[in-house]
């Protein structure tokens, strides 16, 4: 069963806001996002250089007219800072290749922010919108989101071409994520 919302839950961790990305966000969001570093490792979809407000810009025509209904986006924030926006999760009802995307800011990498980011919301992914199944996708080469997808319990599926901002990338790996393997993983980490 699919449902359908128009504002997003707010989750919080152990270190993390996971909130509805808003307006107010867009200056944080581009003081992180606007690096080569982070969208290199992007799809070539999204533009570099970057053009001055287009963050607001995509926010306004890319991200609010769909927000709850068959996108959902998060903004994340350390509890220390619930001002700035650090990174943003992304989700999408139909996979195009993925159904799940995220950037982080380059000074928050490494720390396993992301990692503990995507928990709250697979669990929303499968168990309030009705999510049987999520594609995910990465760069061949950018271990660091690779790392997540297994850590989350996805299986590789397939390497196919594919156009990413940094031109060294010519190929990204398709994951699978089945609300059947996402439970069996969460059920394991409780019984730890």
């Keep these: 069963m699919t449902k359908i919302m128009n504002k997003l839950p707010t989750f919080i961790t152990e270190r993390l806001i996971l909130r509805e990305v808003t307006e107010a966000d867009a ?7 606007v690096d080569y570093e982070v969208i ?15 963050v607001l ?13 068959d996108r959902w986006v998060w903004a994340i924030f350390l509890k220390e800072n619930p001002e700035e926006a650090i990174g943003c999760i992304d989700l999408w009802r139909e996979a195009k290749p993925e159904n799940r995307g995220f950037w982080l800011g380059r000074k928050y990498w490494g720390r396993g922010i992301m990692t503990e980011a995507v928990e709250p919301v697979m669990d929303y992914a499968f168990n309030v919108l009705g999510f049987e199944k999520i ?5 061949v080469g950018n271990e660091r989101s690779r790392r997540i997808k297994e850590k989350n319990g996805a299986y590789l599926l397939r390497t196919e071409p594919a156009k990413f901002v940094n031109p060294t990338y010519t190929e990204h790996e398709i994951w699978e994520l089945t609300k059947e393997q996402w439970e069996l993983r969460r059920k394991n980490e409780n019984a730890q």
Aim: hydrophobic share 30%; aromatic share 16%.
């Design 27 to 33: 200056p944080s969001y581009e003081k992180n996002f």
């Design 40 to 54: 290199s490792q992007l799809t070539a979809a999204v533009p570099w250089p970057y053009p001055e407000g287009g």
């Design 57 to 69: 810009d995509y926010l306004r025509t890319q991200i609010f007219p769909h927000q709850g209904k």
């Design 135 to 139: 594609i995910l996708a990465n760069a």
